[in-house]
């Protein structure tokens, strides 16, 4: 399959839009600085080299072929890093080539699988006989030039939501330029769970509905409404329940408004209703649309951590695994369709305002200023601020601390708050700030959620230092958060055995080999490794195997799948983690950002996290998914009509 991506991470500069956007280069400054071509006085012994270096999923060999003076080539060899991360690290052995030195740039996005490669062709060195200090001479940059660029629409951020609002824009007539500050697409999306909740009636017919789902059900539709919004929504479903059983149906059932129901209540009601009707009823044309664009979905729907009912769609694992669905389908129409582009390692910082509307934006390339005309409109789709600790600790409003020892599960890079910043800047209101959601699959250390055994889907346990459960593994989000905040360390393991994980599953071996996962034969052998009590771990086992057969949790799960007792067993430490940032810019319906008095600024669209008042105080998980898809192919529409 094509990949736009390979293409464009050859550029370090920026580059023409093809077909779209109209160019001018002014050099800042005249004098141009000759630079000679500096080659280590060194002398290597010729050969082939291999070294291995810890990536992040897993180990990355490198193979280096030098003569005597000079670096000949440089190959991975091995890797088990994600699709787009793997995409864009072979860029790292080209530069390393070309500048004949090792003291090169990391991808931005990839840090850990660019420091491994370098890492290894640093050991390859030392084999040869290197002296590395040789070997880590910098480029001379070359002086900084201006450049401008002009297209329909601008989109910020080439995440799912700048993506999905791209292809969009371009369905829609508009010729488009995507603006990433990062040296590779995807944003957080690529490096998320990919859970996209929707639903959709032809999947459920795949899912049994248990006794523990009928009653979950009658609890939501039977309970007290806050409001005419919920009152309306329990009524209509019963209706629609009502039918399904009447019909004879024994299958899971579902429908935009119980998706609406869940979505509400599960954020304690600080969602705006009219935002998330429109999340819910046009999520599983989302899907549809995504699936247009070639990327397939499994048959069967899977549950993400804190998703609340089993509605979450995810890629077919071997082509769009995890976040992968809600990127590369996007990726492929812009590899094949002109007018359409995206510049990577480019950062926006300023929007540009005219007469009141909005018609660009200002941008970095490293030390090139760039310039940004939209002939329509600019999409702002740059994320939350997970990842600023700052920001998170000043807006902060439901959690004791938030300060940098507490991870973030997002690309630290990218969830810096740049779009909130900016469109604040130029008047637009701001909403549900202090509302930030924090996920109990961190991993130690980093915060990220790519480890295994993780928290989503099923067949799998979590208990505490002592061994013991806690916690409903299917509760939300903040009850699990704050379930295991309140146990001894706050800390958790999540336990999982080889119906998770069957033998040969290269991800949970290289999680072993990394010594982020514990394996073992036995459950007390498991214990023992992970420093619980066996008693106390293998009660745990049993009793949630008893639920699995028909009894009734202590703890309220209702969603499950196998009993665990098949081994290997595995084991992994997690803590919370920011994960989503609920609040941000205001907007309406067509995704328009709103002002502090609700009027449209002129010309500023916005989607994805970067937006607020949509998931309330606790996202479900699996609609973050469906918030860029769905209204990131809002604002591509609003903008390329001028809605």
Not at 162 to 173: D, E, M, P
Not at 218 to 241: A, G, S, V
Not at 271 to 282: E, F, K, Q, W, Y
């Amino acid at each position: 399959m094509k990949r736009l991506i390979a293409l464009l991470l050859c550029l370090c500069i920026l580059v023409s839009i093809v077909g779209c956007a109209q160019q001018t280069q002014t050099p800042v400054d005249e004098e141009e600085s000759e630079t000679e071509e500096i080659v280590p006085d060194a002398k290597l012994t010729p050969g082939t080299y291999t070294a291995t270096a810890n990536g992040h999923n897993g180990p990355v060999t490198v193979e280096t072929v030098v003569d005597e003076t000079s670096i000949k080539n440089v190959r991975i060899l091995e890797h088990f890093e994600t699709e787009g991360v793997w995409q864009v690290i072979d860029k790292v052995p080209e530069a390393i080539v070309e500048q004949q030195s090792v003291a090169v740039d990391t991808i931005s996005g990839a840090t850990f699988a660019s420091r491994a490669v370098i890492t290894a062709v640093k050991d390859c060195l030392e084999q040869a006989g290197a002296d590395l200090s040789m070997w880590t001479v910098e480029k001379e940059k070359e002086p900084p030039k201006a450049a401008e660029y002009t297209a329909d629409v601008i989109v910020v951020g080439a995440g799912g939501s700048g993506l999905a609002a791209a292809v969009s824009a371009h369905q829609n007539g508009a010729s488009v330029i995507v603006v990433e500050k990062l040296g590779m697409v995807g944003g957080s999306t690529i490096f998320s769970g990919g859970a996209f909740n929707a639903a959709d009636t032809e999947r459920a017919k795949l899912t049994e509905m248990t006794d523990s789902n009928r009653n979950a059900l009658m609890n939501l539709l039977e309970k007290e409404p806050h409001d005419d919004y919920e009152k309306q929504l329990q009524e209509t479903i019963k209706k629609q329940y009502q039918e399904h059983v009447a019909a004879g149906n024994t299958w899971l059932f579902d429908s935009p408004e119980l998706h609406m129901l869940q979505t509400y209540n599960g954020g304690d009601y600080e969602g705006n209703p009219d935002l998330i009707t429109v999340l819910a009823s046009n999520a599983l044309s989302a899907v549809q649309w995504i699936e247009s664009l070639g990327v397939k979905f499994q048959d069967k729907l899977g549950m993400a951590t804190g998703a609340i009912w089993q509605r979450s769609h995810y890629g077919i694992a071997d082509k769009y695994p995890d976040g992968f669905a809600s990127i590369f389908g996007f990726v492929d129409y812009i590899d094949s369709h002109d007018n359409i582009e995206i510049q990577l390692n480019t950062k926006a910082i300023e929007l540009i305002v005219e007469d009141g509307k909005v018609v660009g934006v200002k941008a970095m390339n490293g030390d090139n200023p760039v310039t940004y005309h939209a002939n329509k409109g600019v999409v702002l789709a740059t994320g939350g601020f997970g990842a600023n600790v700052e920001m998170r600790q000043k807006y902060n409003t439901q959690w004791a601390n938030l300060d940098s020892s507490i991870g973030c599960s997002n690309q630290s890079v990218a969830a810096q708050g740049d779009g909130i910043v900016m469109a604040e800047a130029v008047g637009a209101q701001l909403v549900d700030m202090g509302l930030i959601q924090l996920h109990p699959n961190g991993e130690v250390g980093t915060g990220m959620m790519m480890g295994v055994p993780g928290t989503s889907g099923l067949n799998r346990i979590f208990v505490n230092n002592e061994g013991k459960r806690f916690v409903a593994e299917d509760a939300r989000r903040d009850v699990m958060v704050n379930a295991i905040y309140a146990q001894p360390g706050g800390t958790m393991w999540v336990i999982a055995d080889s119906n998770k994980y069957p033998d040969g599953n290269i991800e949970i071996e290289n999680a072993v080999k990394l010594g982020k996962t514990f394996k073992a034969d036995t459950v007390e052998e498991l214990a023992k490794l992970i420093g619980v009590d066996p008693v106390n771990l293998q009660k745990s086992i049993d009793d949630y195997n008893a639920v699995v057969d028909g009894g009734v949790d202590e703890f309220g799960l209702t969603t499950y799948d196998k009993k665990l007792g098949n081994p290997p067993y595995y084991a992994a430490k997690r803590l919370p983690t920011v994960h989503h940032t609920m609040g941000g810019l205001k907007i309406d319906t067509n995704c328009r950002v709103l002002d502090k008095e609700d009027n449209p600024i002129p010309g500023l669209y916005a989607a994805g996290e970067v937006t607020g008042d949509i998931h309330g105080a606790n996202r479900l998980g699996g609609n973050a998914i469906a918030d860029i898809a769905v209204f990131g192919r809002i604002a591509g529409e609003s903008v390329a009509l001028e809605k």
